[in-house]
């Protein structure tokens, strides 16, 4: 009886045993599978709003800078007996404006008669482009379409790469039926990727656009492997002033479906949920709900809807890591404490998320505007540092919110008070710049009050 009390006892705890590793198997693996989706499908959101923003700073920089060529168009049209002389006042001003723009060109009857800057460009001036089959056939499509026709990527007669936007010019305009020739902006195409963040993509991952010519999915791929396109983990199409590019990215090796960093965290989950006994696996259950639920945390505010003070300190960690020039403002309500007192909380919530709405109206789509609390708002301008645009940007908000906000039939007068800050002109560390840009915010809500007084 004692033997056989001990077997059965043994064959009991082996049973008990292997029920264990098996209920212990089968549940780490669960977490750990639900583990991986989620965190492949948060890499891949991430990357997806990567690319999202390589393309919008894409399409904003070279249209803005394409549209150049329009102004350089309008005064030949306007002035067609103008010359080199007249030509350059406004390819300086135009050359000023485009970040990437390397020269601006006039072409009478498709030849090179003026290029600026002169210097380095000197072999095209009197380039006959009926002799260039690679160029002539963008100058006919820009003459028949009669509008802004893209050229490239291409090799330039001088040396380099770029995107050419040729505006073809008429005597007789807008009736064009009498031909004067083409004026054309030259995009450096590898700076103009380099600042849209094109190759700040991670190592195991590749980037690849398509669409020479602008000539969109359909087109040669003329940067990185066509492979990419194959299957794709996200795409983009970068529309443009005539046409469009697709951008496309994937993982650098097809063997390597997962990147190393997320091996290790499952190798971590792993070693972790196996060598625990069953309190440490409830605790871990718990920890991973909660981790999942800590990631889940909501970045908007649920008043304005606008991003909240966690979103906006995202975006200023994301900048200052990239030791890119930005310029911050900081805003505040003027009398706001009034309106709640005179007329109750819910108008003073309605106005919050008016002047929300206004200022989200008044930004590009690369900015940010958050609300910080109460009735603070910060906005955020990416590549915005020098004061003439600094100026330009507050004169819109300023005036966005000039127009009365009516609340049950009571108008209510909108006034903001700014802070501008700009990085790293004014602080390089981000809890300096913010209280610098609330300093001045500050600054200017009291001179406003003595100017009422």
Partial sequence: MPFITTTKTNVGLML???????????????????????TEAQELEKLAQRLSLIRANIEAEVNAELFLADSMATLITFAPNAGPAQWEQVAKLLVRKGEHIRNISVAPNDVIAFVYPLAGNERVIGLDFHDNPMQWASIVQARQSQRLSISGPLLLVQGGEAVIGRMPLYFDPPFNTQYWGHCSVVIDINTLFKDAGVFDLPDNIQIAIRGLNATGA????????????????????????????????????????RPL??????????????????????????????????????????????????????????????????????????????????????????????????????????????????????????????????????????????????????PIEVSLSFGIACYPQDARDISDLLHAADQAMYSDKQRKKSQQL
């Fill in 261 to 410: 960093s997320k091996l290790a965290k499952d190798n971590i989950a792993r070693v972790a949920g196996y060598s625990i006994a069953i309190s440490f696996l409830i605790s871990f259950i718990f920890i991973f709900q909660a981790y999942r639920l800590a990631n889940q945390v909501a970045l908007q505010d649920v008043l304005t809807k606008l991003p909240n003070r966690r979103y906006a300190m995202m975006v200023l960690d994301q900048l200052t890591d990239a030791d890119g020039r930005f310029t911050i403002i900081n805003i505040d309500l003027n009398r706001f404490k009034q309106v709640n007192d005179t007329l109750g909380h819910n108008a003073g919530d309605a106005l919050l998320k008016e002047v929300a709405q206004r200022l989200k109206q008044s930004l590009r789509g690369s900015d940010t505007v958050a609300r910080l609390g109460g009735d603070e708002f910060l906005i955020i301008l990416p590549r915005v540092y020098s004061m003439t645009e600094i100026e330009l940007v507050r004169q819109k908000l300023e005036q966005a919110c000039l127009t009365p906000f009516t609340y049950d039939a009571t």
């Fill in 218 to 257: 359909s087109g040669p791929v003329f940067l990185g492997d066509a492979r990419v396109f194959d299957d794709p983990l996200v795409t983009e199409s970068v529309n443009l002033a005539s046409g469009s590019w697709l951008i496309g990215i994937n993982h650098s090796d097809k063997h390597q479906t």
């Fill in 16 to 38: 008990f045993v292997l029920l264990y590793l098996l209920l212990s198997f089968s549940t780490v693996e669960y977490l750990q599978s639900s583990y991986s989706r989620n």
